[in-house]
C-alpha cells in the first residue's frame, strides 16, 4: 500500500513563506505523477500543484503561479511545495496526491492516493 504523509503546515503572517513535505512510503515504486491539492472550509478541495514522474514539468493553478514551487526528490521519497507571499484566502488544508500514472494529476478523479493533509493558517 501507499502512505502520503504531509508535515511543515503551520500558522503564519501575511507574506511569510513556509515549506510543506510530503513523505511517501510503502509501495514507492507505483507512484509517478506528484501535487499538491487543497480545501478550505466550505469551499471545494482544488488543485494547487504538480509535477511528473521526473520533475522536470511543473503545473500550478492559475492563484499559484509564481508564488509557489512544487518539486520532488525521488532518491528520498520526497515531495515538497515552497509557498511564498502566503496570502488570507491561502489558509487550507492542503494534501499530498500522487498517481501511478506518469502525467502529473491535476484533476480530483486523476488522483490515486491521498495524504492526509496539513493545515495552513494564514493570519496576522
Known amino acids: 500500500q501507499v502512505r502520503l504523509v504531509e508535515a511543515g503546515g503551520g500558522l503564519v503572517q501575511p507574506g511569510d513563506s513556509l515549506t510543506l513535505s510530503c513523505a511517501a512510503s510503502g509501495r514507492t515504486g507505483s507512484i509517478y505523477g506528484l501535487g499538491w491539492f487543497r480545501q478550505a472550509p466550505g469551499k471545494e478541495r482544488e488543485f494547487v500543484a504538480a509535477t511528473s514522474w521526473n520533475g522536470r514539468d511543473t503545473y500550478y493553478a492559475d492563484s499559484m503561479k509564481g508564488r509557489f514551487t512544487i518539486s520532488r526528490d525521488n532518491t528520498k521519497n520526497m515531495l515538497y511545495l515552497q509557498m511564498n507571499s502566503l496570502k488570507p484566502e491561502d489558509t487550507a488544508g492542503y494534501y499530498c496526491?500522487?498517481?501511478?500514472?506518469?502525467?502529473?494529476?491535476?484533476?480530483?478523479?486523476?488522483?490515486?492516493?491521498w495524504g492526509q493533509g496539513t493545515q495552513v493558517t494564514v493570519s496576522s
Open positions: 496526491a500522487g498517481t501511478w500514472r506518469m502525467s502529473p494529476p491535476t484533476r480530483l478523479i486523476e488522483v490515486d492516493y
